[in-house]
């Protein structure tokens, strides 16, 4: 089943049901960026056991929870928000979502309490594909290329359910894979 929809910044790569590669299982990235160059989204459904402050320690009122963005430069962290009225920063992707912007206000508007866990996304890393490795993965059924069809979707916390929503809002076509067991030796 070929993806209709081109892969392009803010759109969604849904992995297909029996993906074997740890990073990817059941995923849902958003694509922040797509060039000739290549692609680089966070993983929108795999929290890590971290909290931001516990990875930058002068932000000491940040109980956000910290996402896996991706198997690249895990060492990095990344923000996706839609507070770009207050951050006054940020590359647009998409619908009023941002990626990135000025952390020194960032840091001052969490430690103020300024910013709620439903208006920003902090990950680890990110997935990156170069411009040829994406597209046969597509051609390979490996991914699933999709609208957002509703913003609070990237925010959402209910990320062990994310990846089975975003198959069953794809319609008919795909909703039927949405009930595929993970491990297809257990069916």
């Known amino acids: 089943m070929l993806s209709e929809v081109q892969p392009s910044s803010g759109k969604l790569l849904i992995s297909e ?24 989204g966070f993983i929108l ?36 928000h839609r507070c770009y009225d207050k951050l006054n920063s940020g590359e647009i992707i998409g619908d009023g979502i941002y990626w990135g912007g000025n952390f020194e206000t960032l840091k001052i508007l969490l430690n103020n309490n300024a910013i ?16 040829p490795q994406l597209k046969d993965e597509i051609q390979e059924n490996t991914w699933i290329v999709a609208n957002v069809y509703h913003p609070d979707i990237i925010f959402q916390r209910n990320e062990e359910e994310l990846w089975r929503e975003v198959i069953i809002n794809l319609g ?12 297809p030796s257990l069916n």
């Open 17 to 40: 049901p029996f993906l074997n590669d740890p990073n990817f299982k059941r995923s849902v990235v958003l694509m922040t960026e797509h060039e000739q160059e290549g692609t680089v």
């Open 172 to 183: 008919p076509r795909y909703a039927h894979i949405s009930n595929f067991p993970s491990d």
């Open 45 to 80: 459904n795999q929290p890590s056991n971290m909290l931001l402050k516990d990875l930058i320690p002068d932000l000491w009122q940040a109980d956000f929870r910290v996402f896996i963005g991706g198997p690249v430069e895990v060492d990095t962290v990344h923000f996706v």
């Open 116 to 131: 709620d866990e439903s208006e920003i996304k902090f990950f680890l890393g990110y997935s990156g594909w170069s411009a």
